[in-house]
Nanobody
Framework: QVHLMESGGGSVQTGGSLRLSCVVSGVTTSSYCLGWFRQAPGKEREGVARIWSRGGHPAYTDSVKGRFTISQDNAKNTLYLHMNRLKPEDSNVYYC???????????????????WGQGTQVTVSA
């Protein structure tokens, strides 16, 4: 069974930083897509960043470019999202996601992912 376990959420002031972590277990294929998504009440789930588990090639939604960095440590089976210069509009529940196998594509659309974490709350105060 594939499991994704998140940590690192919390509350910060505008301009602060947080690092989210997601430990992924049960996926052993050589290369698959990993992503971070976020969702605010009444809003659709938004793709934030995604990366190939082996090949890298990170991509980001425009609103976080230059502020957020997605990375992974394959030895620790952990996906990270480093969030800098946080803004109140970044306040969301953040989810990590993974594909179940190598599909050959990696995009910021939730339908492209098979497994999801439980979500972790990020709150940015003005």
């Amino acid at each position: 069974q594939v499991h994704l376990m998140e940590s690192g959420g919390g509350s910060v002031q505008t301009g602060g930083s947080l690092r989210l972590s997601c430990v992924v277990s049960g996926v052993t294929t050589s290369s698959y897509c990993l992503g971070w998504f976020r969702q605010a009440p009444g809003k659709e789930r938004e793709g934030v960043a995604r990366i190939w588990s082996r090949g890298g090639h990170p991509a980001y939604t425009d609103s976080v470019k230059g502020r957020f960095t997605i990375s992974q440590d394959n030895a620790k089976n952990t996906l990270y999202l480093h969030m800098n210069r946080l803004k109140p509009e970044d306040s969301n529940v953040y989810y990590c996601a993974a594909q179940s196998r190598t599909y050959g594509f990696c995009i910021l659309s939730d339908w492209a992912y098979d497994y999801w974490g439980q979500g972790t709350q990020v709150t940015v105060s003005a």
